[in-house]
């Protein structure tokens, strides 16, 4: 061999072609588009001429900040050359891009200059408005809309009528799309079934079925609902439950032979009938959908928003009909050469038309571009395997299709990329994976059907990695709720038994993986949807298992945000009893319940606030005092203000001391923040916060994970890009949902939609859709067992029948029971099988021995009133403002530079002046010193800003935490506070506590007491030793350092 003849360089960094490349978990995706990227500026691209999409925000950071890490280790030069065009990076999600091309001809599009887009919650509450108001409206008119509304509200039900709408609202884009393309029109086959079935039965029994007396198709509806009512009575006595023909003669008839014929017509009619009433039911509800959607869109218009949805379509629109289309490929082709694309098996029909679009002329092989000599290329990264989002309109098929028509429009020009690597998972997980996915996954003639191609391990640290399936046995006549709960004992115990014995890996300094033993934080429990969260979370903490809920939903519903909702609707409406009765129980106001028996009970006063206001009982003079205060407010201060006033006067922080409860807070006082900007008054807020309630799947605020050694709990689709050294696969056994009414398919850009009623399952439509969310459910598989690096556990309910993804196993390695026990013959050979017996809920309680908590207390219940009370905090910076005249300065630039580090606010003028803002009249200071608070605030950002310490230490970052609350026992004592700054190192924790004094003033040695209590919190909550102790003075941005040795 030539040894001056290079090594061909992996394709993927080809900038000359075209590419499409499937790269299957842990393969290192993002790594290969970053690269990808960095090929392309190494080329002499400039970075505003490339496009990069993606599917998330965090994924669109993760990319830009991997760009930068391969640009500083490998090509420092270029890093530096391309380090002021930053700011010209072109990496963003779909929905931005949309977004920015619809920005910049909004003149011309005839929509608003400075676009607002509705967040989800928005989106949704205008929806619902929409649908309730405007179905109600059209029940009461008289049009041909208005029949349609009584036709389905008599057929489906008002509350199922609602729903079906619902979900078409849900489906936009799509259901526009369906709009435009029209609905399936069965009439002439319902017709010739019909006139088909008289003919078999003849006139006599046509006439005694009672079909005779029934108008005609072509008076659908009315026909429609007169067979539905007919059918009640007359198709049990020809078909089954399941619907096939009935083989016993029912009394009555005469001949089998005549009974027969007559069976297999109505079979025939009774199946046309069902495909004639989806299409019916269908055109309808699009009919209806269409004037609610208008509504919709009026409505948008006039408060000059768009939703989410509104984006894609929208651009689509622009592109295919708009006048103005030619303008916008222009525009598009003048900035951009390339295009990358994460995630492309996420994607639908919609997004490629837009794409394949944008690049017409380059597919063509025309254009100024090839007579300038540049070749623009098309980059789509993605894994079949991993499309599961079907449920928010991801279509797999694109995929495939997608890399034909490359292939016919570039030919040459165009290649398709197999990655087989894998870099995350030890062999024998590896292993797993390939033996049974190859069996489940075999493909097909369809787009939609996956095939399964085998990939290799890259890791090889000695040990092969541990791979177990994890069973729990219990009685067949068990509830599921009992089921569930021995599963989770079983999963809690395991945990038990692997922390500080199964080895893990780790990277040490040399990027050499070496053995340790496993820790809480290094296991994940993946769940296939939330229904049994909490019997995880009791087990857990029944063994004292740390853990942390990611994305766990239950917002509404969690004590804290019910206690802010009761104030709400008391302040709104003082006669609400109910929501007075929680406030009064509360921490705001901590009544006992004899207490407030005794108020309930007088004679005086009508309501429970009339009788409050009348009572003597000595302990209701200060809750009446604040309340009435409260209220007097109400009009004067904003909601989000008020409530902030209310928290910090009341002391609630220090009772809800848990992250989650003050995340969950902070969340809510967002939400009041955005009911205030839209100018709600309290009882309008009230409305909506109830009509918000309802939605039980809105999730916890998010709670940094970083440094805290506890097992992470979240469902798979949020683990989705996320890996973890342990992963626990629970619910193995859970039946998978049956899909809902509405089946949907693409063909290209165009949608069909079909609603199908549940009396008949055998239409082509939903078993289709069935078969596609089937399809689905092996790659939700997939990807739960490839966020694995060194060990997996599988783990099920086993009561003697197979149900759920149990199936798989018994499809793709052989489980089965063979005289009353268990085995997995096919599967590799160093997978476990461990079979656990149920055990009695009082002997897991009784399991554990009876230990003293750690001392960090994180706590849920509130505080016992004869409980001493220490808050670790100085009265330095009171003193030293109010002698300037600036009350409460320290509290508002702590409190600005914890909006900063969690990424609620921005360190710009603008975000901080809001912020000051709020601070400031949430502490009843006058709305005229606001500017003088917000110059003084800007200069400690600017202080900061200049000396580095903002990026260093305050700017949101990997592995850190702020205002981080704790509780701990010290002697006697309950000591609370909140650590300002923890930034967590390989070589240990650094603490920073804020000082809005200057440095000078004070010697750092009075801090010693504190920053020791800091520590101690801190090293119990994050298992990690404190390396550094720093005092961050923000006058004059010096950070000096405190030792903390005895």
Known sequence: MNPRKRRPRPTHLNVKRSLVVSSPAGSGKTQKLAERYVALLKSGVSPERILAITFTEKAAAEMKERVLEILRERLPALHRKIQPKLSRFRISTVHAFARSVLERFAFQLDLAPNLEVLDAIEAE??????????????????????????????????????????????????????????????????????????????????????????????????????????????????????????????????????????????????????????????????????????????????????????????????????????????????????????????????????????????????????????????????????????????????????????????????????????????????????????????????????????????????????????????????????????????????????????????????????????????????????????????????????????????????????????????????????????????????????????????????????????????????????????????????????????LRGRGLWSYFADRQEAENIRKFLRLLEEFDSEGLCMFKIAERLERMSTRAEEPKANVNTEGMDAVRIMTIHAAKGLDSRVVFLVGMDERTRKPGALAVREEAERVILTFTDSAYKEHPERLLWEAKQESEQKRLFYVACTRARDALFCSGVWNGKVSGWLSYLVEGLGLREVMGSLEIPDAPHAVSLQIREQVPEELAASKEPKTELPAVILERNWPQRKRRLRRVSDDLEMRYYQGKGLWHFGEIIHSVLERISSGIATPNPQSINQAVRSLVLSFDLAPSRVEEYQTRVAEHIAALRESGLLEQIVLPQANSASEVPFVIREDEETVTGRIDRVLVRPEGLHIIDYKSFPSDLENADRFDEQLRLYARAAEEIFTKKVCRCSLLFTADAKLKEVSLNE
């Open 125 to 646: 509450l205008m929806r619902e408005e929409v649908i309730r108001e405007g179905l109600i409206q059209l029940g009461s008119l008289d049009n041909e809309a208005s029949l349609w509304v009584r036709h389905l509200t008599l057929t489906l039900g008002w509350s199922k009528l609602q729903r079906n709408v619902r979900s078409l609202f849900q489906h936009i884009p799509q259901s526009y799309l369906a709009l435009d393309g029209g609905a399936c029109d069965l009439s002439d086959q319902y017709y010739d079934a019909w006139g088909s079935l008289r003919r078999v039965w003849g006139e006599e029994f046509w006439q005694a079925s009672g079909f005779a007396e029934i108008c005609a198709p072509s008076n659908e509806r009315e026909h429609l609902r007169a067979i539905l009512s007919l059918f009640s009575r007359l198709a049990p006595r020809f078909l089954t439950q399941k619907g096939a023909l009935r083989k016993r003669l029912p009394r009555g008839e005469p001949e089998r032979e005549e009974f027969t014929r007559r069976g297999e017509a109505f079979l025939r009619y009774h199946e046309v009938f069902w495909r004639w009433h989806a299409s019916v039911q269908t055109r309808g509800l699009l009919y209806v959908f269409r004037h609610l959607a208008e509504r919709y869109e009026r409505r948008k218009r006039a408060e000059r928003v768009l939703d989410f949805g509104d984006l894609e379509y929208k651009l689509y629109h622009v592109l295919y009909h708009s006048p103005n289309w030619s303008n916008v490929l222009q525009s598009f082709d003048e900035q951009t050469d390339h295009i990358l694309l994460d995630e492309f098996q996420d994607t639908n029909g919609l997004q490629w038309a837009i794409v394949s679009k944008l690049i017409e002329e380059w597919r063509s092989g025309m254009g100024a571009k090839r007579e300038l000599g540049k070749i623009p290329t098309l980059f789509l990264v993605g894994d079949v395997r991993q499309s599961i989002y079907l449920f928010r309109g991801a279509n797999v098929e694109v995929f495939k299709r997608a890399a034909r028509e490359l292939q016919t429009w570039m030919q040459a020009g165009f290649d398709e990329v197999v990655i087989r690597e894998n870099y995350r998972s030890l062999p024998l997980i590896i292993d797993f994976v390939n033996l049974l996915f190859s069996r489940l996954m075999q493909g097909g003639d369809q787009d939609w059907q996956t095939a399964y191609e085998e990939f290799r391990p890259m890791r090889n640290p000695g040990k092969q990695g541990h791979v177990e399936i994890l069973l729990t046995r219990v009685g067949e006549k068990l509830r599921m709720a009992e089921q569930k709960q021995a599963e989770a004992e079983t999963v809690a115990a395991r945990i038990k038994e692997i922390v500080g014995t199964l080895p893990v890996f780790e990277k040490d300094e040399n990027a050499e993986e070496v053995e340790r033993p496993c820790r809480y934080e290094d296991v994940t429990i993946l769940l296939r949807r939330r229904t049994h969260l909490a019997r995880y979370e009791e087990a857990l903490r029944r063994r004292r298992v740390p853990f942390v809920v990611v994305q766990g939903t239950g917002f509404h519903a969690s004590p804290e945000v019910v206690l802010l909702r009761q104030l709400v609707r008391f302040l709104a409406n003082p006669a609400e009893d109910t929501a007075l009765y929680g406030i009064l129980r509360s921490p705001l106001c901590g009544l006992s319940e004899s207490q407030i028996l005794e108020i309930s009970f007088s004679d005086e006063g009508g309501s429970l606030w009339e009788k409050l206001t009348l009572s003597s009982i000595p302990a209701t003079k200060n809750t009446v005092e604040w309340l009435k205060s409260a209220r007097e407010k109400v009009d004067v201060l904003g909601s989000a203000v008020l409530f902030e006033q209310i």
